[in-house]
């Protein structure tokens, strides 16, 4: 859609269930236009589970969707954030300095917070990581171009006043919610269960439509992390899913069997492509993996996803990476 005829997003409010609203936030991303906050009832206010991106007039978003089901900021009695990406946990600062409550989040969101703390240094390090992938030198100052003078999505960096491992529990009036650490999209990510209804609440964990990403560069192994973390959600038996982004769902079973079956298919691909082409870059083989070229668009994405797999299949004793003579680029090769 070009400018002039794409919709205006706006944030809105509708109600799921009783005591349970889904507080649809615009992205400023192609391809990802909003993301979920859910506000559950939680004695004279809610709990708010995670709040939306920061920049201009996203906090008008938030209102915007609070008040269209006769809610408002100041019913908001505690922050849980699923994980620290921009798009769950923006506006955190914000939310926090406005309503005094407290900011419970996962201890692991150094991926996110110490990139928020020195932009430039975590805009060096990405474009180390592709560097050294074998991305070359033209299409990487071309990336470097595009993102320049984009924010961070963070109003400011706020520590949680309470870290989010299993063991803490959320009361609302829907029960209490378990909390299940589910790492492999992002190194903090949790996901909250209420058991009695089976509703779970699986932030970018688990989403509608099946869609990898991880954060590389962080743990040993985010695509090894992200499948046992499926495996946790799978033995929860949740019947209904609350998604970081997009419609509710309720075929929980489905949506773990597809994300599982789009990994095995991707690091099968990955590996048939070293195996053939290797000693290959990373950044030559996302072509080769996806069937498509790489564009500034999918760049990141898919050399992040790419890295992922390939150290998963150096984890499980099937590749080995070769470091880079002289400032060139590591390659890949079948052990
Ligand atoms: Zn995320
Ligand atoms: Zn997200």
New binding site residues.
Partial sequence: MTGSTRKREVGRGERVLPGVWRLRLPLPWPG?PH?NAWAVAAGDGIVLFDCGYHDEGSLGHLERALAMVNLRLEHVRLLVCT?A?S??YGQAATIVDATGCELWMHPDHEHMTRSAADPEEAWRRRIEVARQSGVPAEPLERYAAMRKGSGTGIARIVEPDRDLLPGVEIETDLGRWTVHETPGHAPSHVCLFQPERRVLIS??HLLGRVSLYYDYGYTPDPAGEFLGSLDVVEALDARLCLP??GRTFTDVQAHIVANRALVGERVGKALEVVETRGPITAFDAVPLIYGEPITPLNANWWLSETLAYLTHLQVLGRLERIPGEGGGPERWVAA
């Fill in positions: 990802v993301g994980h990406h798009d769950h932030g970018d970081g982004h």
